[in-house]
């Protein structure tokens, strides 16, 4: 069965300090992997989006950064930390299929507060 | 307009209600549509897709009604257990894989 695991369940980090969350999955072979934020009370924003190893689609222009060093890592990073960065930042995938979007799976999350 | 719109809630029930939610979308040529559940301060999880005949899961219905552009979700015979907040779900075109989600809708089942 495929699992997914991101890292580090939660965070504090002061502003302007660097950031980078990790996620990876198991089980399965070049997933669709994605980044979201949720805001508190807010719904979710897709961030990021990749296909493939090295291919990456950025949805909201930022300060932050996303990579896919190998099929099933996907980073997310950032090398200055803003205080609207806070968030509860998710990982999820997707099976590569013949459709465009298929159901999207979400790791645990990552809770940042930035002070 | 928000590309997906959803009933603001909360919507607080007694157990063994039937309760509807609605969702809109603004993109005309969506293609996948689905309702997600996601507990307090947890991940969302899949509770179902939503396909152009309807379907049914359960106590759980899903509708779609391209005419007018929204999707619903019914759940019949509420359960406490079903407290938490249903996020609709919308892939505005084909080939991309951009999806946009509602701002979710709290529902609240109460003994």
């Known amino acids: 069965s495929q699992t997914i695991h991101q890292w580090p369940a939660t965070l504090v980090q002061p502003v302007g300090s660097p950031l980078s969350l990790e996620c990876t999955v198991e089980g399965t072979s070049n997933p669709n992997l994605y980044w979201y934020r949720q805001a508190a009370g807010r719904g979710l924003q897709l961030l990021f989006y990749?296909?493939?190893?090295?291919?990456i689609s950025s949805e909201v222009p930022q300060n932050l950064s996303a990579s896919r060093p190998q099929d099933r890592q996907f980073i997310l990073s950032s090398k200055k930390l803003l205080l609207s960065d806070s968030g509860f930042y998710l990982c999820?995938?997707?099976?590569?299929?013949?459709?465009?979007?298929?159901?999207?799976?979400f790791g645990p999350g990552t809770r940042l507060t930035v002070l | 307009r928000k590309e997906v719109e959803q009933d603001p809630g909360p919507f607080n029930v007694p157990e063994g209600a039937t309760v509807a939610f609605n969702c809109t979308y603004s993109n005309s040529a969506s293609q996948s549509f689905f309702w997600y559940r996601q507990d307090c301060r947890k991940e969302p999880k899949l509770l179902m897709s939503v396909y152009s005949s309807g379907n049914e899961d359960g106590r759980f219905t899903a509708q779609l009604n391209r005419a007018s552009q929204y999707i619903s979700l019914l759940i019949r015979d509420s359960k406490l257990s079903d407290s938490a907040t249903y996020l609709c779900v919308v892939t505005p075109d084909t080939g991309g894989f951009k999806t946009i989600f509602g701002a979710g809708t709290r529902l609240f089942v109460k003994a």
């Open positions: 990749s296909v493939g190893i090295g291919q």
């Open positions: 999820a995938w997707s099976p590569t299929s013949g459709r465009a979007v298929d159901t999207q799976y």
